[in-house]
C-alpha cells in the first residue's frame, strides 16, 4: 500500500488535470445538497470554515467573502499553489492556506464552526480514516458541523446493472453481457470488497452509506444525515446518455455533528 508520502506526490502530479479527470460535484450542472447546507449557517461573517482536502481550491469562491475566515489545506502542495490563485488580494487577509496531512489539526482544535470535505475523505487506508475523523471531531466548536461529499461504490453496482441490463437488451448471452458490463464500468480499477478505487497512481476510498454512518459514529459523530449528489447522465459516463430516463447516478454528501 502506498503511504501518504507517495500518494501526495500523486495528487500533486496531478493538479494540472485535477478538474478534467474527476467528477466534479460543484458544477452547475450537478444537483448537490451541500449548497443548502451552506447556506442554512447563521450569521457566517462570524464563523470560521475549513476546507479541508482543498485540492485545486474550487469551493473557495463560495467560501471565501460569505465566512468571516477560511483555513483551505491539503496535503499536495502543488494543489495548494492553484488553489491560492482562487484568492484576490481584496480576500487575502481572511484565507488561510495549510499545506498538510487532513489529520494535522492539533492546533485548530476546538476552532472550526463548518468543515468542509469534498470527495477529500479518500484515503485507501480506513485507520487513516478514522483518525482523520477524530481529529475533525476534535477541530469543531460547541454546535459546529461537519459536511462533506464522499464517493460512492453503491453507485458503481447501479451503473453496473444498467449497463448489464443494456447489453442483455441487445441480445448478448448473460457471461458476455457480465464481460462487456464489468469492462464498460472500469471493473478493473476498483477493489469491491474493500471499497477502493486505484487510477493514474491514485488510490481512493469509495464509501457504501452503512460505511459512512458507522465510522462517523466511531469517531464521535452523534448525527449523521445522509443526501445525494446527483450527476446528469452524460458522455462522462459509459452509456450515460442512454440512461437518460433512469435514476441518475449520485455521490453521498452527508450532514454530521457531535
Known amino acids: 500500500m502506498q503511504n501518504t508520502q507517495d500518494q501526495d506526490r500523486q495528487w500533486s502530479r496531478h493538479a494540472a488535470r485535477y478538474d478534467e479527470l474527476f467528477l466534479d460535484a460543484l458544477d452547475p450542472s450537478v444537483e448537490n445538497p451541500l449548497w443548502a447546507a451552506l447556506d442554512a449557517v447563521a450569521d457566517p461573517q462570524s464563523r470560521t470554515v475549513a476546507d479541508l482536502g482543498c485540492g485545486t481550491g474550487p469551493l473557495l469562491p463560495r467560501l471565501v467573502g460569505r465566512f ?5 489545506l491539503d496535503f499536495a502542495p502543488a ?36 468543515v468542509v470535505a469534498i470527495n477529500s475523505l479518500v484515503m485507501p487506508d ?65 477493489e469491491f470488497a474493500f471499497g477502493r478505487f486505484q487510477f493514474l497512481g491514485l488510490r481512493q476510498k469509495f464509501w457504501q452509506p452503512f460505511e459512512i454512518r458507522h465510522r462517523m459514529a466511531k469517531a464521535g459523530f452523534t448525527s449523521v444525515e445522509l443526501g445525494q449528489v446527483l450527476y446528469p447522465w452524460d458522455e462522462s459516463m459509459a ?17 454530521a455533528r457531535p
Open 126 to 190: 480506513v485507520r487513516e480514516i478514522d483518525r482523520t475523523l477524530r481529529a475533525i471531531r476534535a477541530s469543531l466548536r460547541p454546535g459546529g458541523q461537519f459536511l462533506g461529499v464522499l464517493p460512492s461504490m453503491d453507485a458503481i453496482h447501479y451503473h453496473t446493472m444498467l449497463l448489464m441490463d443494456q447489453a442483455l437488451d441487445r441480445g448478448l448471452e448473460i457471461e458476455e453481457a457480465e464481460r462487456s458490463a464489468a469492462f464498460h464500468a472500469e471493473h478493473q480499477y476498483y
Open 79 to 114: 494543489m495548494i499553489a492553484r488553489a491560492r490563485t482562487r484568492i484576490d488580494d481584496s480576500h487575502a487577509d481572511t484565507v488561510t492556506f495549510e499545506t498538510r496531512a487532513m489529520h494535522d489539526l492539533d492546533d485548530y482544535a476546538g476552532q472550526f464552526d463548518v
Open 239 to 255: 452509456g450515460g446518455t442512454d440512461f437518460a430516463d433512469h435514476p441518475r447516478s449520485w455521490d453521498w454528501s452527508f450532514v
Open 68 to 72: 468571516g475566515r477560511v483555513v483551505a
